[in-house]
């Protein structure tokens, strides 16, 4: 586990329970239906079940670009822009691409 991990998963589901309106993480668990010691789990082990994200996600109308990237797919950056920021962009955009795929590869094997 990376500490980078613990603070995107941390991130994902903060954005999550603000976008909802929840106020407690009982609540999330509850959206989610997962007992609060599986979102424990997931915020200190960097590791969430993306396949349950990505579904209440799709379910609600929730913007994946916006929970993973902070942005929507229509977001660019500025030509102005700090080359910093930009690769920064580019290596989060490669991880959502990364866990599009597992979430393929999680739905091609629960279809067999």
Not at 83 to 112: A, G, H, P, T
């Amino acid at each position: 586990m990376q500490e980078n991990d613990t603070h995107f998963v941390k991130k994902i589901l903060d954005k999550l329970k603000s976008l909802k309106g929840f106020e407690s993480d009982k609540e999330l668990c509850s959206y989610l239906n997962v007992k609060p010691a599986t979102l424990s789990n997931w915020k200190s082990r960097g590791n969430i079940d993306y396949t349950l994200i990505f579904t209440k996600c799709v379910q609600d109308s929730i913007d994946l670009n916006w929970l993973i990237l902070g942005s929507t797919h229509n977001s660019t950056v500025n030509a102005t822009g700090n080359s910093n920021d930009y690769e920064k962009l580019l290596i989060e955009k490669e991880r959502v691409i990364q866990l599009q795929q597992k979430y393929i590869e999680r739905l091609e094997r629960e279809r067999k």
